[in-house]
């Protein structure tokens, strides 16, 4: 059974830093792309990041130049840097990625609160 499990959420002042970890667990051939979306109450879930097996990243403009998505494939765990946090960042933060294991399927995670104080 593969599950994806984030970690890193939390209470934070504005201009301050999170990073949130997306780690896969369970039997698998490999992870392709994983991606982190954003809920903010009231709000449609929005895409955050992305990265590719390749490494080859792009981002919402919203948080260019401010959040960095990194993976550490050995680990199996993706990274979400998170800089210059501001109170609109205030949203549940989950992961997706597609996971070969061996067919395609798509996976997300239980999400994790990230809450930015003005």
């Known amino acids: 059974q593969v599950k994806l499990e984030e970690s890193g959420g939390g209470l934070v002042q504005a201009g301050g830093s999170l990073r949130l970890s997306c780690a896969a667990l369970g039997s698998f051939f490999r992870i392709d792309r994983v991606a982190w979306y954003r809920q903010a109450p009231g709000k449609q879930r929005e895409f955050v990041a992305r990265i590719t097996s390749g490494g080859s990243t792009n981002y919402a403009d919203s948080v260019k130049g401010r959040f960095t998505i990194s993976r550490d494939s050995a680990e199996n765990t993706v990274f979400l840097q998170m800089n210059s946090l501001k109170p609109e960042d205030t949203a549940v933060y989950s992961c997706?990625?597609?996971?070969?294991?061996?067919?395609?399927?798509?996976?997300w995670g239980q999400g994790t609160q990230v809450t930015v104080s003005s």
């Open positions: 997706n990625a597609l996971i070969f294991s061996p067919t395609a399927r798509d996976y």
